[in-house]
DNA sequence: GGAGACGGAGCGGAACTCGATCACGGTGCT
DNA sequence: AGCACCGTGATCGAGTTCCGCTCCGTCTCC
């Protein structure tokens, strides 16, 4: 089992980390730490997530998980970012140029790509991205999605003769928040994701692109 | 000033309220205890309220904010239960019929309210409606935009000459979803409202609709 | 006078700190 | 090469602080 994902940062600088894991096992921990985070937040939610739940499911004591988070809202965000690059992992594989036929479809794959996510990914629902933590003033530049959009824009443009304009970034981003949303609302009562609701989205994402790229 | 907001009672019964306010200084207290927490809320984040903060800012004690709310959750659905009428019920007065040429504009007069209440009411932003804390399970039905879809597909069938169809309620929904993710990212950088963002959607409220109503 | 409304000290538990301790890995000595 | 040493990263958990919440005495309205 491939605890070190690969050789990408675990975590964007962005993420609010105390102290960067320096040796292999610490690498481990801090994965361990946020693989506990999900798991008790997919059973209870975020809210009533305690430090001393995330340090004992992870084996680890109340200190270790204060070396790596300065604060519980931390390690949420912290667990937000990591979701964050996952999507991006995935629909960045997704978007090869040429894998699909058209821009739209490859649009509708990033679609698929969100619902994957929710399905797969324990507590994805919780915390999806790092908008739903209300933290004032915005502790980030941009919002997860318009950082996703840009990605998905920028494959459309490079992969998929979509032309680079601001019209069509202004739809790519408006697409990408639309399936977001109609995403997260079919999955909000139905752990599996209602499967009208998910028809619904991929039609509004067809619609709102349909002769801009 | 018109604390005690006309006759209606201030807050739906499904609002988690401990007592009743019998009294009328007591009506007038509960309003001012939300109010105060929407003030809060609008400066540090809802994650970062404190009941003691609540306290202080409405001119109270500790032990009355806890004789109206059991706990520190229910004052945040509290607010974003009164968020949500206050949305009802201007779209509601938006929704009369004949008011607007179309259905379709009726819906747009929706996104205007909407956009309306990001400007007007502190805090809405972060306490939009009663679907942001993440308490599992989850503690209503449906959520508060599923609500305000069936507010808002009556109204067009019964004004704007809609079909009463799935197919309708459907886009409805979408509809209102859509504008509520499109109207809260234009709202989630720029306090006043990203103006090409509103725009955009606008244009997806009818792109997501066009000739389904 | 009685019920509704209010205040605020105090309790319990959760967030967070901090200094002691352990483990890893590099360094130099034999 | 093998080994003792040592510096730094990593871990632990008791203790402190802060915050959610209760309880009961006091005050205000009808």
Redesign the pocket.
């Known amino acids: 089992m491939n605890i070190i994902e690969s050789s990408t940062p675990l975590l964007s600088a962005s993420a609010p980390i105390r102290?960067e894991?320096?040796?292999?096992?610490?690498t481990a921990?801090l994965a361990t730490l946020l693989d506990s985070a999900a798991a008790v937040i997919d059973e209870i939610g975020y809210e009533r997530?305690?430090?001393?739940m995330v340090a004992e499911r992870a084996?680890?004591?109340?200190?270790?998980v204060?070396?790596y988070f300065?604060?519980?809202i931390a390690v949420l965000q912290s667990l937000a970012a990591r979701n964050s690059e996952r999507l991006m992992g995935r629909v960045a594989a997704e978007l090869v140029p040429a894998r699909h036929a058209s821009a739209t479809d490859a649009l509708l794959a990033v679609l698929d790509a969100m619902t994957e996510l929710f399905r797969t990914e324990p507590g994805y629902r919780s915390v999806r991205v790092g908008d739903v933590l209300d933290l004032l003033p915005p502790t980030t530049e941009s919002t997860a999605n318009a950082a996703m959009a840009d990605v998905v824009a920028d494959a459309l443009v490079a992969g998929y003769g979509a032309a680079d304009t601001v019209e069509v970034r202004l739809a790519v981003g408006t697409a990408v928040e639309i399936a977001d949303a109609l995403v997260a609302r079919a999955f909000a009562r139905d752990g599996r994701g209602d499967a009208a609701l998910l028809a619904e989205a991929a039609r509004a994402v067809r619609a709102v692109v349909a002769g801009r790229l």
Chains 1, 2 share one sequence.
Do not use: E, M, W
């Not at 894991?21 to 610490?26: D, E, F, G, I, T």
């Not at 997530?49 to 001393?52: C, E, I, R, V």
């Not at 084996?59 to 270790?64: C, F, K, P, Q």
């Open positions: 102290n894991p320096v040796q292999a096992r610490s921990r997530l305690t430090t001393a084996g680890a004591s109340i200190g270790t204060y070396r300065p604060d519980r």
